[in-house]
């Protein structure tokens, strides 16, 4: 590990412990962490993936991938990964990066634009779940146009939230203008689907975070709570189970090491994040139901630490795709590879080839 990645984690864990507390992220469910984020921006952590050029720290992928499994870990109610990623992709773009909150919306399809000779876009229709849509700006795509729809613009908004009680509103938009700096065309070698690609990215290693918060939990609650005279850790049942979700949480990270990777090695990074995020998926799936056999009936009090990442594993586990498209586009792959499975399988990097 990187000197530069230390320092960056070491920073991201003080914040972290000191802003993003209980109280805090009950509250988050309908009032906008000020404090927490205010924190995390202090140490410039939106702009961290960003080029010195452009005012940001210049640090890697990997570097920001253990920052957002960090975020994951701390159930953190804002969206920090969103914002590290989105900065990074607009200034590839040629945007200028942005102080607050960005999330990505990939192209669902259902936002028209007009544009006026290149001097404004027209933006009508509505983008749906969109994360702390009322607070953030908007990363999102239109045929062959990256836009940045600005925080607090023209929208109606009708007020959602996810399982885990994250802001997830339906923005609508009639007739909003955008000047020409919030648009882009789409950078060589980008199309409709990497927005949602990054997107999967962020949310695998968010749920990897949160698995390795919830078998702690679990392994501090088996070894601490005495049953018939002895702690749960003591019986065989008990140390099967953590040891099938410590499998997993291994297999999950390993999964996303591998798509994180796929950036700086040339590999197909579609493909990569497509394997994470199903992986991750089902990990997520078999560790949180572990998790709350091992603690019983406090695992689901509001009170106790273990429902504020297990609620966000089984929301994460669908944006930017549930498992099953995720497993299609990966069947599709294979497929295209007529037949020779096992040649694709054994292949890695630019090898990678059937």
Same mark, same amino acid.
């Given at each position: 590990?990187?000197?530069?990645?230390?320092?960056?984690?070491?920073?991201?864990?003080?914040?972290?412990?000191?802003?993003?507390?209980?109280?805090?992220?009950?509250?988050?469910?309908?009032?906008?962490?000020?404090?927490?984020?205010?924190?995390?921006?202090?140490?410039?952590?939106?702009?961290?993936?960003?080029?010195?050029?452009?005012?940001?720290?210049?640090?890697?992928?990997?570097?920001?991938?253990?920052?957002?499994?960090?975020?994951?870990?701390?159930?953190?109610?804002?969206?920090?990964?969103?914002?590290?990623?989105?900065?990074?992709?607009?200034?590839?773009?040629?945007?200028?990066?942005?102080?607050?909150?960005?999330?990505?919306?990939?192209?669902?399809?259902?936002?028209?634009?007009?544009?006026?000779?290149?001097?404004?876009?027209?933006?009508?229709?509505?983008?749906?779940?969109?994360?702390?849509?009322?607070?953030?700006?908007?990363?999102?795509?239109?045929?062959?146009?990256?836009?940045?729809?600005?925080?607090?613009?023209?929208?109606?908004?009708?007020?959602?939230?996810?399982?885990?009680?994250?802001?997830?509103?339906?923005?609508?938009?009639?007739?909003?203008?955008?000047?020409?700096?919030?648009?882009?065309?789409?950078?060589?070698?980008?199309?409709?689907?990497?927005?949602?690609?990054?997107? #999967?990215?962020?949310?695998? +290693?968010?749920?990897?975070? @949160?698995? =390795?918060? /919830? $078998? %702690?939990?679990?392994?501090?609650? *088996?070894?601490?709570?005495?049953?018939?005279?002895?702690?749960?850790?003591?019986?065989?049942?008990?140390?099967?189970?953590?040891?099938? #979700?410590?499998?997993?949480? +291994?297999?999950?990270?390993? @999964?996303? =090491?591998? /798509? $994180? %990777?796929?950036?700086?090695?040339? *590999?197909?990074?579609?493909?990569?994040?497509?394997?994470?995020?199903?992986?991750?998926?089902?990990?997520?799936?078999?560790?949180?139901?572990?998790?709350?056999?091992?603690?019983?009936?406090?695992?689901?009090?509001?009170?106790?630490?273990?429902?504020?990442?297990?609620?966000?594993?089984?929301?994460?586990?669908?944006?930017?795709?549930?498992?099953?498209?995720?497993?299609?586009?990966?069947?599709?792959?294979?497929?295209?590879?007529?037949?020779?499975?096992?040649?694709?399988?054994?292949?890695?990097?630019?090898?990678?080839?059937?």
């Amino acid at each position: 590990m990187s000197e530069f990645k230390d320092i960056l984690i070491d920073q991201t864990t003080r914040v972290l412990k000191d802003y993003c507390n209980h109280e805090v992220i009950e509250a988050a469910d309908n009032t906008w962490p000020d404090a927490l984020w205010d924190a995390l921006a202090k140490i410039e952590l939106p702009l961290a993936l960003v080029d010195p050029d452009a005012g940001g720290a210049g640090a890697d992928l990997d570097d920001v991938g253990a920052l957002i499994r960090l975020s994951g870990n701390f159930a953190a109610p804002v969206p920090i990964g969103d914002t590290m990623v989105a900065n990074w992709l607009w200034s590839v773009a040629g945007g200028a990066p942005v102080a607050g909150p960005v999330v990505i919306v990939p192209d669902s399809g259902s936002i028209c634009t007009h544009d006026s000779a290149g001097r404004s876009t027209t933006l009508d229709g509505t983008l749906c779940g969109v994360p702390w849509g009322q607070n953030a700006s908007i990363l999102t795509v239109a045929g062959n146009t990256l836009i940045l729809i600005p925080a607090g613009g023209d929208a109606a908004c009708e007020q959602q939230h996810n399982i885990a009680g994250d802001p997830r509103p339906d923005l609508t938009f009639f007739n909003v203008t955008l000047d020409a700096d919030h648009t882009r065309p789409l950078p060589e070698g980008w199309d409709s689907s990497t927005l949602e690609e990054y997107g #999967a990215l962020i949310r695998s +290693a968010q749920m990897v975070g @949160a698995m =390795d918060r /919830a $078998l %702690a939990l679990a392994v501090e609650h *088996a070894n601490m709570r005495n049953q018939f005279g002895r702690p749960l850790a003591k019986f065989q049942a008990i140390q099967q189970q953590l040891a099938v #979700a410590v499998e997993q949480v +291994a297999s999950a990270a390993a @999964a996303l =090491d591998g /798509a $994180l %990777a796929a950036t700086s090695n040339s *590999a197909d990074f579609g493909f990569a994040v497509a394997v994470a995020k199903v992986i991750t998926g089902r990990a997520a799936t078999s560790v949180a139901a572990i998790a709350h056999q091992v603690h019983g009936a406090i695992g689901f009090s509001r009170e106790y630490d273990l429902q504020h990442v297990t609620r966000r594993l089984w929301a994460w586990r669908e944006e930017y795709g549930a498992e099953l498209l995720w497993q299609r586009r990966i069947g599709k792959r294979v497929l295209a590879g007529k037949g020779r499975i096992w040649d694709f399988i054994t292949a890695s990097g630019e090898d990678q080839k059937i």
